[in-house]
């Protein structure tokens, strides 16, 4: 019987709410995680409901959030696993309340998983198994069959796309010759898993710097969202250095690379005058120039899409990256004053160029313009002109503006010597003598 007794106040013990003591759990289907999909190295948060199931009040300590031993994919923002959630709230019997565990950091790809969660020393794990976030990452690396060939030859570019989580990907070929190709393929990839695409390259009169990114989307909810990029070069062995297409971009003078001319393309001898609308093709990295009044500037391509292109206007460097049809104006000289507009016409990812037009917008010009000729033909012909658009040509300005005030001069005194006569004339009538005299003075007196 003793040992009975024994047993059963052990139980009580031992045994959580075996006394009507607080007893803790989360709620059926109440932890979430949100986002649920995310780019590693990304913020995210999970709640759940805590309920008091016992038959006492009670006060919950803290909650901590538990991922596979195995996997711990997860921490706080100081790296610190698990995540401890602090609550220090009396719950009645059968009251809940809410735990949060915020800002926490993904710090591992793949479709990851929690285990349990640790309420003070109660373990529950009630559907906290059944809750997933889809963590992604995307890497890229490409190679080319050939590096160097001669101009018509082919080169086979073939790029890797590797995944971390499940994701969807657009992978898209930019900067060499691929005709007939379709620039961006589209696939999807499970965590862990690789796959290559292939592009076949042509090689033009130049060499050409291509470049290939991986757009990559969570496969659940396509919320999350990353990219990576790689390049390569592929080397014409036979074409002239003068028509290039990786000429140098930066600026400050010089010849400039092959470049498309106004209207049609094909090559420049040298800087022409922007004196209207003007349209150009260009491959990556090919420059052109035209000048503004005496000053040379320079517009570089320096990167495309299929929808937008990136390049370095100098003289005052600036990138500029424009949409498909979208214009912008650009200060060439940082005087605040726009000078020029660009519009991004089209993108032509199988030939690898895009078609731009680019416009004078100023009025002003560095070098003398064509309203000053007449001032300046004043100056030689008649001395010092003043600007003065209807008084330019081969008057004497300094005589005429003489004759001028010498008119204004001799107009005063003649006015002046006119206006004094006149005072000079009523002064006098008023001390005239009266008409009879001291004898008029003594009647009045005598009166």
């Known amino acids: 019987m003793k040992k009975t007794f024994a047993l059963i ?5 031992t045994v959580p709410g075996v006394l009507s003591l607080a007893n803790w759990q989360i709620k059926d289907s109440t932890f979430a995680c949100s986002p649920d999909e995310l780019v590693v190295g990304s913020d995210f948060s999970c709640s759940a409901q805590i309920e008091n199931i016992g038959d006492e009040s009670g006060t919950i300590g803290t909650a901590e959030l538990h991922a596979d031993p195995a996997n711990e994919w997860f921490s706080d923002q100081n790296g610190a696993y698990p995540v401890v959630a602090s609550l220090n709230e009396v719950l009645s019997s059968g009251e809940s309340t809410e735990v949060t565990w915020s800002n926490m950091k993904a710090i591992v790809t793949g479709i990851n998983e929690f285990s349990r969660v640790m309420l003070d020393s109660i373990t529950d794990s009630s559907g906290v198994e059944d809750v997933s976030v889809n963590v992604i990452s995307v890497v890229v690396s490409s190679s080319a069959s050939v590096s160097s060939a001669e101009s018509g030859d082919t080169s086979i570019v073939t790029a890797e796309v590797a995944a971390g989580g499940d994701i969807d990907v657009d992978l898209t070929f930019s900067g060499c010759t691929i005709s007939g190709q379709e620039a961006t393929k589209s696939f999807s990839l499970q965590n862990n898993n690789a796959e290559e695409r292939s592009w076949t390259v042509t090689i033009g009169a130049s060499s050409c710097n291509y470049r290939v990114t991986a757009i990559a989307s969570g496969a659940n909810s396509g919320q999350a969202q990353t990219s990576d990029t790689t390049t390569g070069t592929i080397t014409c062995t036979d074409c002239s250095s003068g028509s290039s297409s ?8 010089g010849s400039t690379a092959a470049g498309g001319g106004g209207g049609g393309g094909g090559s420049e001898s040298g800087p022409s005058e922007l004196a209207g609308p003007r349209s150009y093709t260009l491959e990556k990295n090919q420059r052109i120039s035209f000048t503004i009044g005496i000053s040379e ?7 495309f899409t299929e929808t937008s292109a990136t390049f370095l206007v100098q003289s005052s460097p600036q990138e500029v990256t424009l949409n498909v ?3 912008k104006a650009i200060d060439l000289n940082s005087d605040k004053i726009a000078d020029i507009s660009i519009t991004l016409n089209s993108i032509n990812p199988t030939k690898g160029n895009v078609r731009i037009t680019i416009a004078p917008l100023s009025a002003k010009s560095e070098a003398p313009s064509k309203e000053t000729e007449p001032e300046k033909a004043g100056q030689k012909q008649g001395g010092k002109g003043f600007g003065i658009p209807f008084l330019s040509g081969n008057i004497d300005y300094p005589w005429l503006i003489g004759l001028v005030g010498t008119a204004l001069f001799l107009l005063f005194a003649i006015v002046y010597s006119f206006k004094k006569k006149r005072v000079a004339g009523k002064g006098n009538h008023s001390e005239e003598p009266h008409p009879h005299g001291e004898a008029s003075k003594y009647h009045e007196k005598k009166k």
Do not use: M, P, R
């Open 9 to 13: 106040i052990a139980i009580f013990f």
């Open 246 to 253: 990786s000429s140098s971009s930066s600026g400050g003078g």
């Open 297 to 303: 500037h320079f517009v570089t391509l320096l990167d």
């Open 325 to 327: 049809g979208e214009t």
